[in-house]
Protein backbone atom coordinates (compact mmCIF):
# COMPACT_ATOMS: atom_id res chain seq x y z
CA UNK A 1 0.00 0.00 0.00
CA UNK A 2 1.53 3.41 -1.03
CA UNK A 3 0.62 6.37 1.59
CA UNK A 4 0.34 10.00 0.55
CA UNK A 5 0.37 12.92 3.15
CA UNK A 6 -0.65 16.68 2.50
CA UNK A 7 -2.06 19.35 4.04
CA UNK A 8 1.52 20.64 5.15
CA UNK A 9 1.50 24.39 5.40
CA UNK A 10 3.29 27.22 7.72
CA UNK A 11 0.43 28.14 10.49
CA UNK A 12 1.12 30.75 13.14
CA UNK A 13 1.53 29.84 16.93
CA UNK A 14 -1.85 28.90 18.35
CA UNK A 15 -3.51 27.91 15.18
CA UNK A 16 -4.77 25.07 13.80
CA UNK A 17 -3.98 22.53 11.09
CA UNK A 18 -5.64 19.47 8.91
CA UNK A 19 -3.31 17.03 7.75
CA UNK A 20 -4.51 14.03 5.36
CA UNK A 21 -3.26 10.39 4.63
CA UNK A 22 -4.36 8.31 1.71
CA UNK A 23 -3.85 4.97 1.05
CA UNK A 24 -3.78 3.77 -2.13
CA UNK A 25 -5.97 0.60 -2.16
CA UNK A 26 -8.76 -0.18 0.70
CA UNK A 27 -7.37 -0.59 3.82
CA UNK A 28 -10.50 -1.36 5.57
CA UNK A 29 -11.95 -4.03 3.22
CA UNK A 30 -10.64 -6.61 4.48
CA UNK A 31 -11.38 -7.91 9.23
CA UNK A 32 -7.30 -7.77 9.12
CA UNK A 33 -5.96 -5.84 12.08
CA UNK A 34 -4.01 -2.93 11.25
CA UNK A 35 -2.85 0.30 13.13
CA UNK A 36 -2.24 4.00 11.32
CA UNK A 37 -0.41 6.28 12.51
CA UNK A 38 1.43 9.58 12.47
CA UNK A 39 4.74 10.53 13.24
CA UNK A 40 7.12 13.54 13.07
CA UNK A 41 10.49 14.34 12.36
CA UNK A 42 11.97 18.33 13.35
CA UNK A 43 14.81 19.61 12.40
CA UNK A 44 17.85 17.99 13.88
CA UNK A 45 15.91 15.80 15.92
CA UNK A 46 15.55 11.97 15.94
CA UNK A 47 11.56 11.05 14.05
CA UNK A 48 8.70 10.28 16.93
CA UNK A 49 5.42 8.76 16.82
CA UNK A 50 2.81 10.90 17.54
CA UNK A 51 -0.99 9.27 17.49
CA UNK A 52 -1.98 6.28 16.67
CA UNK A 53 -5.44 4.62 15.79
CA UNK A 54 -6.52 1.25 15.27
CA UNK A 55 -8.21 -0.91 13.30
CA UNK A 56 -10.18 -1.41 16.36
CA UNK A 57 -11.09 2.20 16.94
CA UNK A 58 -8.34 2.44 19.78
CA UNK A 59 -6.05 5.97 19.97
CA UNK A 60 -2.38 6.06 21.41
CA UNK A 61 -1.27 9.32 21.48
CA UNK A 62 3.00 10.62 22.10
CA UNK A 63 3.24 12.61 25.35
CA UNK A 64 3.97 15.71 23.71
CA UNK A 65 0.91 16.16 21.90
CA UNK A 66 -2.06 14.43 24.09
CA UNK A 67 -5.13 17.16 24.32
CA UNK A 68 -4.17 19.29 21.37
CA UNK A 69 -3.83 16.66 18.35
CA UNK A 70 -6.56 14.46 17.09
CA UNK A 71 -6.28 11.56 15.01
CA UNK A 72 -9.69 10.13 12.58
CA UNK A 73 -10.60 8.15 9.39
CA UNK A 74 -13.31 8.27 6.46
CA UNK A 75 -13.18 4.53 5.57
CA UNK A 76 -14.68 5.16 2.26
CA UNK A 77 -11.54 7.62 1.14
CA UNK A 78 -9.34 5.39 2.64
CA UNK A 79 -7.89 8.58 4.81
CA UNK A 80 -6.81 9.09 7.84
CA UNK A 81 -6.75 12.16 8.93
CA UNK A 82 -4.58 14.70 11.76
CA UNK A 83 -6.10 17.27 13.81
CA UNK A 84 -3.58 19.92 14.76
CA UNK A 85 -4.63 22.28 17.37
CA UNK A 86 -2.89 24.93 19.37
CA UNK A 87 0.32 25.02 17.41
CA UNK A 88 3.50 25.64 18.76
CA UNK A 89 6.78 26.15 17.18
CA UNK A 90 7.95 22.92 18.15
CA UNK A 91 5.65 21.52 16.54
CA UNK A 92 7.44 22.58 13.45
CA UNK A 93 8.79 19.13 11.49
CA UNK A 94 7.85 17.06 8.59
CA UNK A 95 4.75 14.92 9.30
CA UNK A 96 4.33 11.02 8.24
CA UNK A 97 1.61 8.68 8.37
CA UNK A 98 2.22 5.28 8.46
CA UNK A 99 0.86 1.57 8.71
CA UNK A 100 1.21 -1.03 10.79
CA UNK A 101 -0.42 -5.09 9.46
CA UNK A 102 -1.70 -7.23 12.48
CA UNK A 103 -1.11 -6.42 16.24
CA UNK A 104 2.78 -6.48 16.78
CA UNK A 105 3.67 -2.62 16.26
CA UNK A 106 6.12 -0.12 18.24
CA UNK A 107 5.20 3.31 17.30
CA UNK A 108 6.75 4.89 20.15
CA UNK A 109 10.06 3.88 20.01
CA UNK A 110 12.42 3.61 17.33
CA UNK A 111 12.94 2.09 15.16
CA UNK A 112 9.05 1.76 15.02
CA UNK A 113 8.94 -1.95 14.31
CA UNK A 114 6.20 -2.77 12.50
CA UNK A 115 4.86 -0.02 10.68
CA UNK A 116 6.27 -1.15 7.55
CA UNK A 117 4.54 1.20 5.21
CA UNK A 118 5.10 5.28 4.99
CA UNK A 119 4.14 8.01 3.12
CA UNK A 120 6.79 10.74 2.15
CA UNK A 121 6.01 13.01 4.78
CA UNK A 122 4.42 16.59 4.49
CA UNK A 123 6.17 19.70 5.89
CA UNK A 124 4.39 21.58 8.95
CA UNK A 125 6.02 25.01 9.90
CA UNK A 126 4.98 26.87 12.77
CA UNK A 127 5.43 30.82 12.86
CA UNK A 128 6.26 32.53 16.26
Known amino acids: VHLVESGGALVPAGGSLTLSCEAS???????????MGWFRQAPGKEREGVIT???????TYGDSVKGRFTISENRRKNTVYLQLNSLKTEDTAMYYC????????????????????WGKGTLVTISS
Open 25 to 35: ESIYASRDIFC
Open 53 to 59: LDSGGDT
Open 98 to 117: AKADGSNYYPYYVPFYGMDY
